[in-house]
């Protein structure tokens, strides 16, 4: 008997939680739902904290690089659904080839021609000129927390030429040129063999040069993450929530989802509740 009432009390909860949910506006997704409400589809994930870089170059931690994911691409990515982690073109059409052009080894990629920015600005290899640019400059100037991952040492490289010091550091990518309208290249100090896998990091996500500082990270509290991604970076409430909406014009198919919230619940207890 007392059984019996636990159930029905567990169910009588699992409804008004249900309703709570609804009378909010917020509904979850169901394993193959297809229907969209009129009121929007809108999906609430519970994370531990917000993210404390809003620019993707700063982006170390899985909060920062969470929001990043949603917003803006690479060159290259992970495919996530493959257990080894394959590398696949993103906003590359596809993989590149090594040219040798001059003294030094380009790595030249062909570009889609298919990618808007979420401000308009068209993706190209101006585009992407312009970011790898950016990069350069953020690092030089020491504001970007992955400089070092973009580096590769060089043991026999002079050091110090008063003492004779051996062994430095050495920018990967020596620059960057628009080949063609969707064709980068991508000139190096070395033939850097893991050069596709660097270029998925989130610190090399294009960012639109319409909307996104050059001299300086994206501001977390006040700056705008203006990417290609699925989904439009609507705004950050510290310690509260980040807001998304689903890219309309996204080049692949649209999101289920029409409003993406990440809400912040620090306590590991209550976010799991």
């Known amino acids: 008997m007392d059984l019996e009432k636990k159930d029905w009390a567990i169910i009588i909860l699992a409804v008004l939680a249900v309703a709570s949910i609804a009378g909010n506006g917020v509904l979850l997704l169901l394993p193959g739902a297809t229907e969209r409400p009129d009121l929007g589809v809108v999906l609430v994930f519970g994370t531990m904290s917000g993210p404390p870089d809003l620019d993707p170059m700063d982006a170390w931690d899985s909060a920062a690089s969470d929001v990043a994911d949603q ?51 068209k993706f190209d290899a101006e585009a992407a000129v312009w970011n790898f640019e950016r990069y350069a400059n953020l690092m030089e100037t020491h504001q970007a927390k992955a400089s070092e991952l ?34 980068l290249n991508i000139t190096c100090n070395v033939k850097y063999g893991p050069l596709e896998a660097i270029l998925s990091f989130n610190a090399m996500m294009m960012l639109s040069p319409a909307s996104t500082p050059f001299d300086a990270p994206i501001d977390t509290a006040t700056g705008d993450l203006v990417g290609t991604g699925p989904f439009v970076y ?39 509740n």
């Open 71 to 121: 917003v803006c691409e690479p060159l290259f990515n992970y495919n996530l659904t493959d257990p080894n982690l394959a590398i696949t073109p993103a906003l590359a059409a596809d993989f590149g080839q090594w040219i040798e052009t001059g003294p030094l080894p380009v790595y030249q990629v062909p570009l889609r021609d298919d990618v808007w920015f979420h401000d308009g600005t």
């Open 150 to 183: 973009y580096e590769y040492y060089d043991p026999d490289a002079v050091a110090n030429i008063t003492t004779g010091e051996l062994g430095v550091f050495i920018p990967i990518i020596n620059s960057t040129a628009a080949h063609d309208d969707y064709v």
């Open 234 to 272: 609507d705004g950050y409430e510290a310690g509260v929530e980040v807001r998304f909406h689903a890219n309309d014009y996204y080049y692949k198919p649209r999101a289920k989802i029409d409003t993406l919230i990440f809400s912040i619940i620090n306590d590991a207890q209550i976010r799991n």
